[in-house]
């Protein structure tokens, strides 16, 4: 359908899913990297990679160079944070590079774009109650700075589909799977947990969803998406014990891990952000994701099934395969 596709982000966990997608067509990748990224020289064979940076006009000048109706471009790229105050940054790459990528996609007037938004974008419901696409996306609706700045941005991108760009939203909730190695906070339980260096986990859940179903689910929404509609792109709910048995099953393992009540986690998650911040650890036990752990997770993904057959591979299958790259690259 397209003849070229741009992928910003395409260094991250997400956006190598994509990729890795994306070269099944054989058709030509453009892929958008920050400058000195370690990560990019893991690419696929065959990508052109572009540095550059979402929020420098200059490197989306070279990017989106030539780029037309037949371009189609996937936005990946972003700052996904859990710290209580995660500074301006986070509104400067996901507001203002999504403004900037928008901006670029209008003038070369391209064919197509799929903007990775986030389930925490969409306001929250009563638990019980599923939560779909159709909202109104505002900082003021919903908690955290990541959440209101992929609003923000969301709302953006909607707003051009309603200037007559053929923009498409997904959704994804929880992100996990094989191939992090950024390690994010389910990849970085499960290596403490392989390790025997997790005795204490936490009561709670989310919606969790394969990177790769994400991927494909992406990729055919840039084909079968309606311009101006968004897609939850979901998993199932489960809880943190449910993903470390899965862990325990797949590997065969025999270990015991208690679970601390959410109440007592909320108490203890602000004394243990700012230890992590002093000793410049990576953030994951915050106020702000226990809060996600006590949400409601219940998401409605059926638009996607609708409009491009979308259908996620089950928990126990993306903790196995998880759990197994870890050990075959000797992450664990």
């Known amino acids: 359908m397209f003849h070229t596709y741009l992928v910003t982000g395409a260094s991250g966990f997400l956006g190598r899913a994509v990729l890795a997608e994306l070269k099944k067509k ?31 006009d200059a490197s989306l000048e070279r990017f989106f160079s030539g780029a037309d109706n037949g371009t189609c471009v996937i936005h990946c ?15 400067q790459v996901n507001v203002g590079g ?45 908690r955290g700075d990541y959440a209101k700045s992929k609003a923000i941005a969301t709302a953006l991108v909607f707003e051009a589909a309603g200037r007559g760009l053929n923009a498409s939203v997904v959704f994804p909730s929880g992100i996990i799977g094989p191939g992090d190695v950024g390690k994010g906070s389910i990849t970085n339980m499960l290596l403490s947990f392989l390790a025997g260096k997790l005795p204490v986990a936490v009561k709670g859940g989310y919606d969790f969803v394969d990177v790769r179903d994400v991927a494909a689910g992406i990729v055919a929404c840039a084909e079968q998406g309606q311009q101006g509609h968004g897609y939850i792109l979901s998993g199932e709910y489960a809880a943190i014990r449910d993903i470390l048995n899965a862990a325990k099953d797949a590997l065969g393992l025999k270990r015991a891990v208690s679970y601390l009540p959410i109440c007592f986690a909320k108490m203890v998650a602000p004394f243990y952000e700012r230890k992590s911040l002093r000793k410049k650890q990576t953030l994951y036990f915050t106020p702000y994701a226990i809060a996600v752990l006590d949400s409601n997770g219940r998401f409605d993904r059926s638009a996607a099934a609708a409009a491009f057959g979308y259908s996620p591979r089950s928990l126990q299958n993306s903790v196995r395969d998880t759990v197994i790259w870890l050990k075959k690259t000797g992450r664990s």
């Open 26 to 56: 054989g058709v030509p990748i453009r892929a958008l990297v920050m400058e000195n990224d370690p990560l990019a020289a893991g690419l696929p064979e065959g990508v052109s990679v572009f540095y550059g940076d979402v929020c420098d």
């Open 77 to 91: 790229a972003g700052i996904v944070s859990v710290a209580s105050r995660p500074g301006e940054r986070i509104y």
């Open 98 to 142: 999504t403004n900037n990528i928008l901006r670029h996609c209008e003038r070369a007037r391209v064919g197509k774009l799929v903007y990775v938004s986030s389930v925490h974008a969409i306001p929250e419901k009563p638990k019980g109650t599923e939560i779909t696409e159709d909202a109104v996306f505002s900082p003021d609706a919903v």
